[in-house]
């Protein structure tokens, strides 16, 4: 009963460097999210999917690239990653519009 | 664009206090309304959905209304435990969004034993 696991759970980056934050979901869920969690912003959503092989810009999508690469899978890239990226990130699903699950988090700092 | 408050951002209580954590949002054309528990260093929980057309969900000593038009929602938590320290998150999906929820920041409540 795995849910939505994400890998890394933490993560240190120099500035520029990139890195690829993982996420599946076993519940045959159609719908897949990208979201960043700071303190005194709340969650902010960065891209989301609705469907395989569709992908949106949400709120604050600059510095990060999206692939629905099947289903079960939604990964974030960072290209050249910023010390503004220094976040906890969170990956989502939902059969539509039901209830979202979440993942437990990456951690990520970026120096 | 839709803005999700909740108020208080924190809350005090004793152990066996009833209470009432408050979520108000902007745009009441809203297809859901979600609530979340979100421990420290953890990802969310969620505890209840509630669907527009409803008026209020229950769960154990969890109940959440929802006032669409007032644009208002709360979860009431009966009988707190010291393990119902966490924050506790509100989160809402438009109804022509294509399914992306908009949070509140947050009520971190903490019950004293």
């Not at chain 2, 007032?70 to 022509?96: F, H």
């Amino acid at each position: 009963n795995a849910g939505v696991t994400q890998t890394p759970k933490f993560q240190v980056l120099k500035t520029g460097q990139s890195m690829t934050l993982q996420c599946a979901q076993d519940m045959n869920h159609n719908s897949m999210y990208w979201y960043r969690q700071d303190p005194g912003m709340g969650l902010r959503l960065i891209y989301y999917s609705a469907s395989e092989g569709t992908t949106d810009k949400g709120e604050v999508p600059n510095g990060y690239n999206v692939s629905r690469l099947n289903k079960r899978e939604f990964s974030l890239r960072l290209e050249s990653a910023a010390p503004s990226q220094t976040s906890v990130y969170f990956c989502a699903s939902s059969r539509g519009d039901s209830e979202a699950f979440f993942g437990q988090g990456t951690r990520l700092t970026v120096v | 664009k839709q803005e999700v408050t909740q108020i208080p951002a924190a809350l005090s209580v004793p152990e066996g206090e009833n209470l009432v954590l408050n979520c108000s949002f902007t745009d009441s054309a809203i297809y859901n309304l979600q609530w979340f528990r979100q421990d420290p260093g953890k990802g969310l929980t969620s505890l209840l959905l509630i669907q527009s057309s409803q008026r209020e969900q229950t769960s154990g000593r969890l109940n959440a209304s929802l006032d669409k038009s007032s644009g208002r929602s709360t979860l009431y938590i009966a009988a707190s435990q010291p393990g119902d320290s966490a924050t506790y998150l509100c989160a809402v999906k438009r109804e022509t969004s294509g399914s992306r929820l908009t949070f509140g920041e947050g009520t971190q409540l903490t019950v004293n034993p």
